[in-house]
């Protein structure tokens, strides 16, 4: 196997899998070069996270922002025809959740600030190799008390051992709002989960279960109260959305 600066790469972003990952492994077992230029590209990339994280997870400056252009006449008419159409066929397919009509909704797609940090911060870390979380799940009592602390509310960690995720740890990150909290679950196969628990500006009455798709990233995202939730992964729809549900009904007890 040629161990070019390529493949190192993809072995160090998480991108190889399964027979093609182990073969790298055992490449890297018989070569000292190529193991050293793996640390090096590991801890380039972990500079690079180090100096642009803050960066990359920072709102968009409002200057930034293109304004929306004014619609006029029969433009705007047909805009909002458009859209009650819509509405009126959309409604009647809504999922009531498994908690019942007190639990949450899952309503038709919707895009937010919310799931786009979520799943940009996923990518950001669901990747890493060598350091996915701050504080690992060994930790657990000092990973929800510090995080809670920040956050300024008492923080649960769902449990999604049925599903065959287990808990790998969390992290601290900066939100528009105040500090975010992340955690981050794996399964057998290494598919990672992401939970990121953010403070909202405003208390939200209502609780309902809304999906995004950003990229590559399925996003199940809630708000509660002042809190906003998302669950994010690159799994299939239906089993994100069962263990989202298994993430409220564990973050709102009966």
Same mark, same amino acid.
């Given at each position: 196997?040629?161990?070019?600066?390529?493949?190192?790469?993809?072995?160090?972003?998480? !991108?190889?899998? +399964?027979? *093609?990952?182990?073969?790298?492994?055992?490449?890297? %077992?018989?070569? !000292?070069?190529?193991?050293?230029?793996?640390? =090096?590209?590991?801890? @380039?990339?972990?500079?690079?996270? *180090?100096?642009?994280?803050?960066?990359?997870?920072?709102?968009?400056?409002?200057?930034? =922002?293109?304004?929306?252009?004014?619609?006029?006449?029969?433009?705007?008419? #047909?805009?909002?025809?458009?859209?009650?159409?819509?509405? +009126?066929?959309?409604?009647?397919?809504?999922?009531?959740?498994?908690?019942?009509?007190?639990?949450? @909704?899952?309503?038709?797609?919707?895009?937010?600030?919310?799931?786009?940090?979520? #799943?940009?911060?996923?990518?950001?870390?669901?990747?890493?190799?060598?350091?996915?979380?701050?504080?690992?799940?060994? @930790?657990?009592?000092?990973?929800?008390?510090?995080?809670?602390?920040?956050? &300024?509310?008492?923080?649960?960690?769902?449990?999604?051992?049925?599903?065959?995720? /287990?808990?790998? &740890?969390?992290?601290?990150?900066?939100?528009?709002?105040?500090?975010? %909290? @992340?955690?981050?679950?794996?399964? +057998?196969?290494?598919?990672?989960?992401?939970?990121?628990?953010?403070?909202? %500006?405003?208390?939200?009455?209502?609780?309902?279960?809304?999906?995004?798709?950003?990229?590559?990233?399925?996003?199940?995202?809630?708000?509660?109260?002042?809190?906003?939730? !998302?669950? /994010?992964?690159?799994?299939?729809?239906?089993?994100?959305?069962?263990?989202?549900?298994?993430?409220?009904?564990?973050?709102?007890?009966?």
């Amino acid at each position: 196997m040629r161990l070019d600066d390529d493949l190192l790469q993809a072995w160090v972003d998480g !991108a190889l899998e +399964g027979p *093609e990952r182990a073969a790298v492994e055992a490449a890297l %077992a018989q070569d !000292a070069g190529a193991a050293r230029r793996v640390l =090096r590209l590991a801890e @380039q990339r972990r500079l690079l996270h *180090e100096r642009f994280d803050p960066v990359l997870l920072e709102p968009v400056p409002e200057r930034l =922002r293109l304004a929306r252009p004014a619609w006029h006449g029969y433009a705007r008419a #047909a805009a909002v025809f458009a859209f009650g159409l819509a509405v +009126g066929l959309v409604a009647p397919l809504a999922w009531r959740g498994e908690g019942g009509p007190a639990g949450p @909704q899952a309503t038709a797609p919707a895009a937010g600030a919310l799931p786009a940090r979520a #799943a940009r911060a996923h990518l950001v870390y669901a990747t890493e190799v060598r350091h996915p979380v701050e504080v690992d799940a060994s @930790q657990e009592a000092h990973l929800v008390a510090w995080l809670s602390k920040r956050l &300024g509310t008492k923080l649960q960690v769902p449990v999604l051992a049925a599903d065959g995720f /287990s808990l790998l &740890g969390g992290r601290l990150l900066p939100g528009p709002d105040g500090a975010v %909290a @992340q955690f981050m679950y794996q399964d +057998g196969a290494g598919r990672r989960l992401t939970l990121y628990v953010s403070a909202r %500006a405003r208390d939200e009455k209502q609780t309902a279960f809304r999906f995004a798709q950003e990229g590559p990233v399925s996003v199940f995202y809630w708000v509660d109260g002042r809190w906003g939730y !998302a669950l /994010s992964g690159e799994i299939d729809k239906p089993a994100l959305l069962r263990m989202a549900t298994r993430a409220y009904k564990d973050l709102n007890p009966p």
